[in-house]
Antibody, heavy 118, light 111 residues
Framework: EVQLVESGGGLVKPGGSLRLSCTAS????????MSWVRQAPGEGLEWVGRIRSKSDGGTTDYAAPVKDRFTISRDDSEDTLYLQMTSLKTEDTAVYYCTTEGTAFDSWGQGTLVTVSS | QSVLTQPPSVSAAPGQTVTISCSGSSSNIANNYVSWYQQLPGTAPKLIIY???KRPSGIPDRFSGSKSGTSATLSITGLQTGDEADYYC????????????FGTGTRVTVL
């Protein structure tokens, strides 16, 4: 069974930075494409971005609202996915989920809450 | 801002059937697989349909999916109180380098 555990959320001021982590088990992490999806309070799901497996180039794609502010990376030796968030805005307040990505978002973590507020 | 449109809510009595539509365009649904996610209150989303109509292991056959053109549909038959949740469709958007896109979400209420 795939397990994804996010961590690193918290309260941060506008303009600040935060790094989220997602540790995976039950999956061959190095072969997995991984995505981050967020959900603002009371709102729907929003795809944030993805990182491909290294064998598929290890490249990244981002949604327009976070491009140039967020960076996704991975450490296959630690089975860990990261989301580095900079220049945070109040509208980035959300629960952030990491997911495995195949032809769908197959497995999801429990999420970690990021609150951007002064 | 979601590019896939769903009805905000649907409801039915236990044992009845509900259908949820998901409307997109030629740049997303028409040429990509559609998936569906169930989000029970206070929990993370869970994949219930992938590749338009396939069910992951453990998902009952009361849940079924279909796709035609630029739209997709999720049907839930034999509705149960435990099916009360938010449901989202999802697919890939060509104009976003095949980034993920989700529907606006539908709240299912069991009367």
């Amino acid at each position: 069974e795939v397990q994804l555990v996010e961590s690193g959320g918290g309260l941060v001021k506008p303009g600040g930075s935060l790094r989220l982590s997602c540790t995976a088990s039950g999956v061959t992490f190095s072969n997995a494409w991984m995505s981050w999806v967020r959900q603002a309070p009371g709102e729907g799901l929003e795809w944030v971005g993805r990182i491909r497996s290294k064998s598929d180039g290890g490249t990244t794609d981002y949604a327009a609202p976070v491009k140039d502010r967020f960076t996704i990376s991975r450490d296959d030796s630690e089975d860990t996915l990261y989301l580095q968030m900079t220049s945070l805005k109040t509208e980035d307040t959300a629960v952030y989920y990491c997911t495995t990505e195949g032809t769908a978002f197959d497995s999801w973590g429990q999420g970690t809450l990021v609150t951007v507020s002064s | 801002q979601s590019v896939l449109t769903q009805p905000p809510s649907v409801s039915a009595a236990p044992g009845q059937t509900v259908t949820i539509s998901c409307s997109g365009s030629s740049s997303n649904i028409a040429n990509n697989y559609v998936s569906w996610y169930q989000q029970l209150p206070g929990t993370a989303p869970k994949l219930i349909i992938y590749d338009n109509k396939k069910r992951p292991s453990g998902i009952p056959d009361r849940f079924s999916g279909s796709k035609s053109g630029t739209s997709a549909t999720l049907s839930i038959t034999g509705l149960q109180t435990g099916d009360e949740a938010d449901y989202y469709c999802g697919t890939w958007e060509r104009s976003l380098n095949f980034g993920g896109v989700f529907g606006t979400g539908t709240r299912v209420t069991v009367l």
